[in-house]
């Protein structure tokens, strides 16, 4: 229990109050002092009285285990008053560390034997489990001379997932999937290992080799066959967790752009029939999931707390532990760093020598900021400097894409930002083409 402003401000202009009463002879000033010594001093003592104990509160927290990283996740906090009296409440919170939120919350007043629900939003900025230890609730007293506070132990456990969020924001959504796989996004070519799907009349921008002739002589007009992509096939992503994927682009390390990426396009696979596996490594293999159908739990599971390390990428152990478990053809999707030629070639040539008989997508992620300096406007002698250095790296990056594109390895460098929609675009387009 504190006191609060409110008893000191009285308190003081009863010392005034004494001040002035002694000009008008020491009398007045002594029936002042008595008065206020004997007032104030009741009300305070009938406020601790008749103000309501802590225990009268029932608080709980209502918060999704599963939050979603770099992604507002609401908190509500139910305070219930048992008491019969309404009494005006404040709420805080213990927030975990690498948490941002929207915190302190304005204060209410809660009815007698009524309830009320405290709003705020939390953005966790790190994977792994958290715990929201306290909450912590303030109330005035019945005349507002004192503070009463309670701290409540809640130790629930939250798990920060990748953007579980993004998976309806970035979709097509699982239905949209479905109407590409079934068909009516269906290329008008003979898709190389594609489903038979329906029979529909030409069009002029048909190829003659998908013309179902017995259906042509049938209905004595032209009938072509349209295909969909395959499904039930093998869908593999392996995440870099070493130290090149330690950089920060708005706060959110680079591993962590890479992790919500693959969170997004297991799902989409998931949602497109095929079998999706996982890898995450640096100089070990750290997380290894085998490709199966409706697995993204497992997936997930084992996506939300991979740590951020500072070894090197060992990518010939990654690949031949993979080589080892999947022997059957799979596209492949590497999320990894590579930041000169002399690596590049050598990731290059441990793909080429290991997974020939596989399809591999590289993404890398780059960093905008690095765009917007080799194309700045020079305006004093030190920009010079610092759009030279700009443009060397963005040649280098070039470099990096004309060495893999050479030895037939397919890559994408990409913003952060756009790092999920590209994945899904490039696994979607794959599909369509056929060649898996």
Known sequence: MTFTKRLIYLSLAGGALVLVAGFAGWAFAVVAFILINLVLPSLVMVDIVQTPKPEVFEVHRELNTKLSLGAENDVEI???????????????????????????????????????????????????EVCFEYIYIRYLG????????????????????????ALTDYRISALNINMFLHGIKKTRRNVQGGEFDSLREYVQSDTYNIINWAATARRHELIVNTYVPEKNQYIFIMIDSSRVMNSEYKNIKKLDYAINSAFLLADYCTHGGDNVGLMVFDSKVRRYVAPGKNNFDTIASNLYNVEYTETSADYDNAIKTFKLRQRRRSLVFIFTELFNVDEALRFANVINTHLSNHLVHAITIKDPRVDEIANMEIKKADDVYLKSAGVKLVGERDKIRAVLKKKGIMSSDVEADKLSLEAVCRYLDIKRSGVL
């Open 78 to 128: 139910i305070v219930r008053n048992n008491s019969p009296i309404p009494l005006l409440v404040s709420v805080t919170d213990s927030v975990p560390e690498h948490f941002k939120h929207t915190l302190p919350m304005e204060a209410k007043w809660i009815p007698a034997h009524g309830q009320e629900v405290f709003k705020y939003q939390v953005t966790p900025m790190k994977r792994g």
């Open 142 to 165: 019945m005349y507002g001379f004192i503070q009463r506070q309670r701290r409540i132990k809640s130790d629930e456990k939250y798990k920060v997932y990748p953007n579980m969020k």
